[in-house]
């Protein structure tokens, strides 16, 4: 007998040896025990990733959410500040107007004293004027009644 039929015999044997020791069910086994590990991973990255993109979604709501309430943020800043500006453009007017009116009634009252003054002076010039003339032509008991008189009918011209 040759090396060849020695070989074969061997082979016969080692294979009756693996499959008397079941080593093709135990290989199948972990095989699928394999395959189910991996199909739960799998599933749970399949399920992770279900949850990441809602995630997402819901991330991407909140954003559009704050974008549009900063835009109202904005808005509402906007409209108020030209609401101020106008507020305070129309407090200027009023207090401009103000100062004006108040300036020219100031000038009126200075017109008016100044002329006031002016005929209190000029009363004064001519009542001391009547009072030399009179005095020259005049005895002093006539030139002193006249001279009340004269008074007199003058304030009540100035009242």
């Known amino acids: 007998?040759?090396?060849?039929?020695?070989?074969?015999?061997?082979l016969v044997i080692f294979l009756a040896i693996v499959f008397y020791m079941k080593v093709p069910g135990t290989i199948g086994k972990s095989l699928?025990?394999?395959?189910?590990?991996?199909?739960?991973?799998?599933e749970e990255a399949r399920r992770l990733r279900e949850e990441a993109q809602q995630l997402l979604a819901e991330y991407q709501r909140k954003r559009k959410e704050a974008e549009k309430d900063a835009?109202?943020?904005v808005e509402h800043a906007k409209r108020e500040a030209s609401q101020l500006v106008?507020?305070?453009?129309?407090?200027?007017?009023?207090?401009?107007a103000r100062r004006a009116a108040l300036a020219e009634q100031k000038i009126g009252q200075a017109e008016r004293?100044?002329?006031?003054?002016v005929r209190s002076k000029a009363v004064d010039i001519a009542i001391e004027a009547a009072r030399t003339v009179l005095a020259g032509k005049v005895d002093a008991k006539v030139g002193g009644e006249l001279f009340k008189s004269s008074l007199n009918e003058l304030k009540t011209r100035l009242n």
């Open 86 to 96: 106008a507020e305070a453009k129309q407090k200027t007017e009023d207090y401009v």
């Open 113 to 117: 004293d100044a002329v006031n003054e």
């Open 71 to 73: 835009a109202d943020i």
């Open 32 to 42: 699928d025990s394999r395959a189910v590990k991996i199909k739960a991973e799998l």
């Open 1 to 10: 007998m040759d090396a060849t039929f020695w070989a074969f015999i061997a």
